[in-house]
């Protein structure tokens, strides 16, 4: 079993950055799959990002790619969402999450098997 915490939320203005980290504890981190889910009031839990055990292979949603970047440190136990150029509709609370199925970079939610509590990203225009 492995749990999650979220960090590095907070408000900026349209166009800048934020990092948030997810710090895993617990065994096998480094075997996980790894994603990063949004959601905004009134709307449905989104997929934004997932990576791969190695880091080697990423999967996005449309609307961040290019802007949004996922990596991890298994030595550290941890993954990473870079978001730059940051955009009003990006404002939610973001949430890690960890899937040890199998090695699908799967953006359905219900097919990670442990989440944080989520870390709140506020974009003004």
């Known amino acids: 079993q492995v749990q999650l915490v979220e960090s590095g939320g907070g408000l900026v203005q349209a166009g800048g950055s934020l990092r948030l980290s997810c710090a895993a504890s617990?065994?096998?981190?480094?075997?996980?799959?790894m994603g990063w889910f949004r959601q905004a009031p009134g709307k449905e839990r989104e997929f934004v990002a997932a990576?791969?055990?190695?880091?080697?292979?990423?999967h996005y949603t449309t609307s961040v790619k290019g802007r949004f970047t996922i990596s991890r440190d298994n030595a550290k136990n941890t993954v990473y969402l870079q978001m730059n150029s940051l955009k009003p509709e990006d404002t939610a609370a973001y949430y890690c999450?960890?899937?040890?199925?199998?090695?699908?970079?799967?953006?359905?939610?219900?097919?990670?098997?442990?989440w944080g509590l989520g870390t709140q990203v506020t974009v003004s225009s």
């Open positions: 617990g065994r096998g981190f480094s075997r996980y799959v």
């Open positions: 999450a960890a899937r040890n199925i199998d090695t699908y970079l799967s953006s359905n939610p219900n097919g990670y098997n442990y």
């Open positions: 990576l791969s055990w190695t880091g080697g292979s990423t």
